[in-house]
């Protein structure tokens, strides 16, 4: 029986990138030793490492303004790196609040300065851009592009303000084009987008990293000391960069990132219409403001909810129970989703509702 991952992390790796990879690590092009062998210093890790960033740099046109990092810790570190990179003491933050992550964030940055939240999504909604109250003073105004535990996601990209506007991209990381000339920062996590854990990216406009709080941030994690040794102040973690390098070329040979956004366009509104035509399903999120990414929905009741997830795993189809802070049920499309599990999924929900409806 074939089985299909639908978790919200880490997202599936194609069969192709797989078999890449397994050959990598079993030997690096012919050169004698394993991927994971090579000193990070040397001249193949250089280019895993090239490969990564150009690759990256064409998928979504980052301009030469912006720097690209390969950083460790995952986007959970950078709720804190972010605050103690781009400001210091007495300066203030501006927040925006539209979900679990960045309420997260929020909480994390305000350990270390004044953080202002500008602005609250209410249920199922996140908050207009004419809502924001953005301070022209402050050192940045975060927001979270989306929101892969309540199922929402900001459709447009905000404009202007005098403050840079940094983004946790980790939900929907290469699934949409990103304006990054408009953008001071962007991370994302890996592994929701490139395939494995612990890997961080981050795209930051060079001029914003003199700002930090100079001194006392650890060596690996001061923004301004990796972009100055490309990623490599100390051994960074090789594994996860290989793996998303080779994800890179699959999603730039597969048709970029016009591609990716149609189908994630597509696949989603299929799903979104089966469950508002059914009567049965439920999606509390506002049109406007549901993820293309992370499609939360529910059922008349947590039984039923209980026995879909159960009666989907017997069928191959994997991790589709909701975040555990929200419940109810998420099915994550990434661009590694194949259409056959979309497919398999929609198939699903259509029998189950005959049955159970
Ligand atoms: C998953 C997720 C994170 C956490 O990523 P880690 O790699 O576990 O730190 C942060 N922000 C958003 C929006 C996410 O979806």
Redesign the pocket.
């Known amino acids: 029986m074939k089985r299909f991952s639908f978790a ?2 880490p997202c599936p790796i194609p069969p192709e990138v797989k078999k890449q990879v397994a050959e990598d690590v079993r030997e690096w092009k012919g050169c004698g030793v394993s991927a994971l062998e090579l000193p990070f210093t040397g001249d193949e890790f250089a280019e895993i490492l090239e490969s990564a960033a150009s690759d990256l740099r064409s998928l979504i046109e980052i301009p030469r303004s912006h720097k690209i990092l390969f950083l460790q ?7 804190a790196l972010v605050p103690m990179n781009l400001a210091r003491v007495g300066w203030h933050c501006d927040y925006v609040e539209s979900g679990y ?2 309420r ?2 929020i909480e994390e940055a305000a350990s270390w300065w004044d953080v202002r939240v500008i602005a609250s999504g209410a249920a199922g909604r996140v908050p207009n851009f004419d809502e924001w109250r953005r301070n022209s003073d402050a050192a940045y105004c975060h927001f ?6 309540d199922g929402l996601q900001f459709h447009e990209f905000p404009q202007g303000g005098k403050a840079p506007l940094v983004a ?4 929907d990381f290469l699934t949409r084009p990103i304006p990054v000339e408009q953008l001071g920062l962007v991370y994302a ?4 987008s490139l395939g494995a ?2 890997l ?1 990216i981050v795209i930051v406009r060079a001029d914003l990293l003199v700002r930090g709080s100079s001194g006392g941030i650890p060596a690996p994690f001061d923004l301004a000391r990796q972009t100055a040794a490309r990623s490599k102040v100390n051994t960074p973690p090789m594994l996860a960069i290989l793996v998303a390098a080779r994800m890179l070329r699959w999603l730039l040979e597969g048709g970029g990132i016009s591609k990716a956004f149609l189908r994630s366009q597509e696949r989603s509104a299929n799903l979104y219409s089966i469950i508002d035509g059914s009567g049965f399903y439920r999606c509390d999120a506002a049109p406007d403001a549901r993820s293309r990414v ?1 499609v939360c929905f529910r059922l008349p009741d947590p039984e039923l909810e209980e026995s879909f997830a159960h009666e989907a795993e017997a069928l191959g189809l994997l991790h589709l129970r909701g975040h555990k802070r929200v419940g109810g049920l998420r099915a994550s499309f990434y661009n590694s989703t194949a259409d056959e599990a979309v497919d398999a999924l929609l198939e699903f929900m259509t029998n189950f509702m005959r049955r159970n409806g």
């Open positions: 919200a992390g810790g995952g986007a959970t570190a950078q709720f992550w960045s997260r964030a979270t592009s989306n929101e892969s535990a946790d991209m980790t939900g996590s890996a592994l929701k854990s612990g961080t992370n």
